[in-house]
T-cell receptor
Framework: GAGVSQTPSNKVTEKGKYVELRCDPISGHTALYWYRQSLGQGPEFLIYFQGTGAADDSGLPNDRFFAVRPEGSVSTLKIQRTERGDSAVYLC????????????FGEGSRLTVL | GDSVTQMEGPVTLSEEAFLTINCTYT??????LFWYVQYPGEGLQLLLKATKADDKGSNKGFEATYRKETTSFHLEKGSVQVSDSAVYFCALSSAGGTSYGKLTFGQGTILTVHP
């Protein structure tokens, strides 16, 4: 499809487990963002990639969270030693360039940590 | 730090009613302002934006004016339709030269329009 694709759409895991969430951005979009949305709240910024490099990771809550984008396209958000408080919808968005606030969001990956 | 405050919801209206969703912000410098909308079962999408004071963003009959003196960006529509039922998010970007895509969102307002 032409939009931002995120997999899995739902992930249920146990406390302490490792999780990977994948984002496939719109073809040609150089900027990629991860946000986290808790129930009843707006999305919160986690990390931004311009090309392959993380240009701003100031929103990552702690060192259990890590994201990569090795070839400048697909990105993976990795969460180690998951905690119940990590339960949320993780949103990926892409944009044609850094200088626009028009982000194209995927439908999100809902993570539930039991 | 930057913050966005939206009117508390949910908002329930009859078709053809007038809609206002209030949004105020706190930010350093001169932020860009946005309204994003999330329709049921879909991802967030940009509805409209304004990048400087007194700019008016508009799209699909929705309007919002960037008011620097009141730090507001209220969303309005003169006649809502059932298809406008969605969650609306006000957002700002003050990152400027680093990334306009680093957005600060409000908590969202659920709008339900009845026939």
């Amino acid at each position: 499809g032409a939009g931002v694709s995120q997999t899995p759409s739902n992930k249920v895991t146990e406390k302490g487990k490792y999780v990977e969430l994948r984002c496939d951005p719109i073809s040609g979009h150089t900027a990629l963002y991860w946000y986290r949305q808790s129930l009843g709240q707006g999305p919160e910024f986690l990390i931004y990639f311009q090309g392959t490099g993380a240009a701003d990771d100031s929103g990552l809550p702690n060192d259990r969270f890590f994201a990569v984008r090795p070839e400048g396209s697909v990105s993976t958000l990795k969460i180690q030693r998951t905690e119940r408080g990590d339960s949320a919808v993780y949103l990926c968005a892409s944009s044609p360039d850094w200088n626009t606030g028009e982000l194209f969001f995927g439908e999100g990956s809902r993570l539930t940590v039991l | 730090g930057d913050s966005v405050t939206q009117m508390e919801g949910p908002v329930t209206l009859s078709e053809e009613a007038f809609l206002t969703i209030n949004c105020t912000y706190t930010a350093t410098g001169y932020p860009s302002l946005f309204w994003y909308v999330q329709y049921p079962g879909e991802g967030l999408q940009l509805l409209l934006k304004a990048t400087k004071a007194d700019d008016k963003g508009s799209n699909k009959g929705f309007e919002a004016t960037y008011r620097k003196e009141t730090t507001s960006f209220h969303l309005e529509k003169g006649s809502v339709q059932v298809s406008d039922s969605a969650v609306y998010f006000c957002a700002l970007s003050s990152a400027g030269g680093t990334s306009y895509g680093k957005l600060t969102f409000g908590q969202g307002t659920i709008l339900t329009v009845h026939p």
